[in-house]
């Protein structure tokens, strides 16, 4: 089965878990599965409307999945999906 990585800030919604097994055929089906089991996570996954955030990072080995086929993705037994968490802002100080 697939292993998908949740990261530190997300796992208080997916009861505290940092990876799952998941037997899906793409990404997208991967993560249908992940929300079914963790309904908190799919508001900080998913928009309204259904699409991926765009803030959300998933690499799939160590691609990202926007460079292969998105959500569409086909994932084997021995993948690791991760989901990646953007990082922002910064610090415009002087030096």
Same mark, same amino acid.
């Given at each position: ?8 800030? +997300? =796992?208080? /919604? ?6 799952? &097994? ?5 990404? $997208? ?9 963790y ?12 699409? +991926? =955030?765009? /803030? ?6 160590? &691609? ?5 086929? $998105?959500?569409?993705?086909p ?12 990082i ?8």
């Open positions: 089965m697939t292993v998908l990585r949740i990261p530190t800030p +997300l =796992r208080p /919604y997916a009861e505290g878990v940092s990876e799952i &097994e998941i037997g899906a055929e793409n990404v $997208g089906l991967a993560l249908e599965e992940l929300t079914s089991r309904p908190a996570l799919r508001k900080h996954l998913f928009t309204d409307d259904g699409e +991926l =955030r765009s /803030y959300v990072n998933l690499f799939l080995n160590d &691609e990202d999945i926007r460079h292969l086929q $998105g959500t569409d993705t994932v084997s037994p021995d993948d690791r999906l991760m989901i990646i968490p953007s922002a802002g910064g610090w415009e100080g002087q030096s």
